[in-house]
């Protein structure tokens, strides 16, 4: 690969990082300084959140149609987004927060379906697929900037100066973006006709996109409380922001390295793994409250949940190559739709029990239950085509 391909997938790297690792998840490190000096609940926290994962369910279905200047749509929703970001720390009023994580979803979901989908195709197109997996470390790498940066900024500036400084610092990611994309042209995508061969949601597709989407409900849990889940932990406070920290290094290598192990093993033997240590590292906290077991659990969070999206979008494009915009949107779109319930009910149940454990326990357990419907599914399909394979011998032999 040489140095303007590196120079495209940095950029969409950036990208990844403003859309998510800051836009959408640099609000689980601020969240308990908010709550401390705005004094909202778990609950109410839970409803901002789900507003943000509710903008993502528009942003990523409407990616699915955009077949025309998705560079120039693309860099539009980037500018929005991090505006909105810079917003959150101006303007203070619950009702505009909503509207403001409302508006960041809708443009995260934009900028995550349209950089993924871009920087796909032009990889493919240059036999370079190999390197498609790369790209998502933006997440981790966002994740672990936000866990560094939250609490220095704060320190000094409050939560509020910490959202106008995550602004500052996306606009100039943004910047270099602009300048490393200078030479992409982009191409408009062809819209196909829906066809048996090009609908999604058949055989197992149907599966993978109903267990992504369990998983999306399941994983935003954590995603979204881990650092206030922490620090509530009077013996663990201090090591809160560094919790975070952890699952942005833990997720920052794991794309390249799944995607290195999807060469080498099955994609559904990868994920089968990759679902399970997610459940241990969702549970661990439950049974555990340790410095070591805190962090071995955001290690294992960070580790899996972004490996479990480079495995599923990797191998579906597989299986629909020549649509990897609308394939990459529908299981985003199923995935945001989770991510809307999660943290609602996770509110609900700490509101009830008045503990963490309850909503851990719930999340960990429709992890669980999505790995079982992926294998369901998969053998299913795997008995289907025995069948099939039996069938047509049989009518061969007979001839």
């Known amino acids: 690969m040489n140095r303007q391909?590196?120079?495209?997938?940095?950029?969409?790297?950036?990208?990844?990082?403003?859309?998510?690792?800051?836009s959408r998840f640099a609000f689980t490190p601020i969240l308990p300084f908010m709550r401390h000096d705005v004094g909202f609940s778990l609950e109410v926290a839970g409803y901002l959140a789900s507003s943000n994962y509710i903008g993502y369910f528009i942003g990523a279905l409407w990616a699915g149609f955009i077949y025309r200047q998705r560079k120039t749509i693309l860099l539009v929703s980037v500018v929005i987004n991090v505006v909105s970001v810079g917003l959150m720390g101006l303007l203070e009023l619950y009702s505009v927060?909503?509207?403001?994580?409302?508006?960041?979803?809708?443009?995260?979901?934009?900028?995550?379906?349209?950089t993924s989908s871009i920087?796909?195709?032009?990889?493919?197109?240059?036999?370079?697929?190999?390197?498609?997996?790369?790209?998502f470390s933006g997440i981790g790498l966002g994740i672990a900037i936000s866990g560094l940066c939250v609490p220095m900024i704060e320190k000094q500036f409050a939560w509020q100066g910490t959202w106008i400084g995550l602004g500052i610092l996306s606009a100039i990611f943004v910047g270099i973006t602009h300048r490393l994309w200078k030479s992409l042209k982009v191409q408009d995508s062809v819209k196909t006709t829906a066809s048996f061969d090009t609908k999604m949601i058949k055989g197992f597709m149907l599966w993978l996109i109903l267990s992504y989407g369990l998983e999306g409900l399941g994983y935003i849990i954590t995603g979204t409380f881990l650092v206030d889940i922490i620090h509530n932990i009077p013996s663990l406070r201090a090591y809160s922001s560094y919790s975070w920290v952890v699952v942005g290094v833990a997720a920052i290598p794991s794309a390249p390295v799944w995607t290195l192990l999807l060469e080498k093993?099955?994609?559904?033997?990868i994920l089968?793994?990759?679902?399970?240590?997610?459940v241990i590292g969702i549970l661990l906290p439950v049974f555990s409250q340790t410095v070591w077991s805190v962090l071995l659990a955001s290690f294992l969070f960070g580790l899996t949940f972004v490996g479990i999206v480079t495995l599923t979008t990797s191998y579906a494009r597989q299986l629909f190559p020549?649509?990897?915009?609308?394939?990459?949107?529908?299981?985003?779109?199923?995935?945001?739709?989770?991510?809307?319930?999660?943290?609602?009910?996770?509110?609900?149940?700490?509101?009830?029990?008045?503990s963490y454990k309850a909503a851990l326990v719930f999340a960990g357990t429709i992890v669980f239950l999505a790995l079982l419907v992926m294998l369901v599914g998969r053998w299913l399909d795997m008995k289907k085509q025995a069948v099939?394979?039996?069938?047509?011998?049989i009518t061969q032999s007979r001839s």
């Open 272 to 278: 089968i793994v990759a679902y399970i240590l997610q």
């Open 119 to 135: 920087i796909m195709d032009y990889l493919a197109k240059r036999s370079l697929s190999r390197w498609s997996g790369y790209v």
């Open 322 to 354: 020549t649509q990897s915009g609308l394939v990459v949107s529908v299981l985003t779109t199923v995935y945001a739709f989770g991510q809307i319930i999660g943290p609602i009910i996770a509110g609900q149940l700490v509101e009830v029990y008045h």
């Open 5 to 22: 391909h590196m120079g495209i997938v940095f950029g969409g790297i950036l990208l990844l990082v403003i859309a998510m690792g800051i």
């Open 97 to 114: 927060w909503l509207v403001l994580r409302l508006i960041a979803g809708i443009t995260g979901g934009l900028i995550f379906v349209l």
């Open 388 to 393: 099939a394979d039996n069938t047509i011998s």
């Open 265 to 269: 093993f099955s994609a559904i033997k």
